[in-house]
Each structure stands twice: as C-alpha cells, then as structure tokens.
C-alpha cells in the first residue's frame, strides 16, 4: 500500500521568511496530494492540492510542486506570517473510486515574530 | 449547510466499555472515513466506505467496527475500549470518482480510556 513520509517534523522560521515542506509517496498510482492545515484543537483544512497531470501550483503566498518521477511533492509557503503558525499535512491518493487517503505524519511550523 | 458533523464532541470510558461516535455529512459525499490521530503519529485510517453497504478496512481497524447506516452516515463502534484507543477520532468525507476533491472532516471526538 501507499506510504507517504514527510519532512521536517518541526520547522521554525522568522516572520517574513519562506518554509518549505517536503513528502515523499512510495505508489506511483497516486495522483492526487492535498495538503492540510489544523490549527491547534482545529480540524484539518484543505489549503492547496495538485494532480499529477500538474507539475506546479499557486495560490497567493502558498504553492506546491510536484516530481513525479521522483515521487516527492513539496509545500511552499513564502512571507510568513504568525497566523501560519499550524501543523501541515501532505497526503497521496487515487482519483479510483474508494480511494484511500494516505497522510505523511505532520509538520509543526513555527513562525516567530 | 452542517458539512460532516460527528459526536460526541468528548468521552470519557472505563477499559472493557463499549461506546458508537456517529457521523452525519449533508454535502451528499459518497466517500466517507474514520481517522485517528495521535501525537507525531498524523491521521492514521480505521475503516472507510467507498459508498452505502460497503466498507474496507484502512491501517488500524483492530478493535473497531463501523456501520454505513444510509448515503450520510457512518459510525465507529469500539466493542471493549482499551487505553491505547485514547485519541481524537476524526470522520471525513469526500466525493471520490475520476476528479476526487477535498476531503471534508469534522470536528473531531476526543476520546480518553481509563
């Protein structure tokens, strides 16, 4: 089955800073990797997802890349900010019907003022 | 619109007590799922139904049974609860198919087993 692997477990970054988070997904009939964001007592909230029919995607200060090849895909989040402050997850899944959401293991980014 | 709404919101339970979380989504999702999480270890799946009347078993099923009682709900019953079942469950749902889209969770049931 899937296995997604992130990195790092923890990240902190000065206020204004980029961060950059990477996963890595061991099925190649993955080919779709949402990325989560929960805030602390929250629940999980989509923030940015990508296909594989997508090399790279952007939506104000967020973007994720993808490799498909090298099955990794990575979550760029640029000019920090306080509120970005969270745990982020990267999942892997099949557009199949029934599929299976697979999740990495979560990032603690810190974002210090 | 509710979106996926699950409950209890907190339990409390003695080891070898049974209890059912209950999950209720109105975005006429045909995927639905049951998550727990626990600390460093992310969203680890328990069971998930694809549609109404079937349902798989995901990475940690032991000590779980669910129910797909109908297109919205979908419940989590642990039979004889044990201290390592202390977590928070989370139920998502999704419409899955050729363009799968964002899975929806709700709030989340903090569950603790003495």
């Known amino acids: 089955g899937e296995n997604v692997e992130q990195h790092p477990s923890t990240l902190s970054v000065q206020e204004g800073d980029s961060a950059v988070i990477k996963c890595t997904y061991s099925d190649s009939a993955s080919n779709y990797f949402p990325w989560y964001k929960q805030e602390l007592g929250k629940r999980p909230q989509l923030i940015i997802d990508i296909r594989s029919n997508v090399g790279e995607k952007k939506d104000q200060r967020i973007a994720v890349t993808l490799n498909k090849t090298a099955k990794h895909f990575s979550l760029h989040i640029t000019e920090t900010q306080p509120e970005d402050s969270a745990v982020y997850f990267c999942?892997?899944?099949?557009?199949?019907?029934?599929?299976?959401?697979?999740f990495g293991p979560g990032t603690r980014l810190s974002v210090l003022p | 619109n509710a979106g996926v709404t699950q409950t209890p919101k907190f339990q409390v339970l003695k080891t070898g007590q049974s209890m059912t979380l209950q999950c209720a989504q109105d975005?006429?999702?045909?995927?639905m799922y049951w998550y727990r999480q626990d600390p460093g270890m992310g969203l680890r799946l328990i069971y998930y139904s694809a549609s109404e009347g079937t349902t798989d078993k995901g990475e940690v099923p032991n000590g779980y049974n669910v129910s797909r009682l109908n297109k919205r709900e979908f419940s989590l019953r642990l039979e004889s609860a044990a201290p390592s079942q202390t977590s928070v469950y989370f139920c998502?749902?999704?419409?899955?198919?050729?363009?799968?889209?964002?899975?929806?969770f709700g709030e989340g049931s903090r569950l603790t087993v003495l």
């Open positions: 975005m006429n999702h045909n995927s």
């Open positions: 999942a892997a899944s099949t557009s199949n019907y029934g599929q299976n959401f697979v």
């Open positions: 998502a749902s999704t419409m899955s198919g050729v363009n799968t889209g964002e899975l929806f």
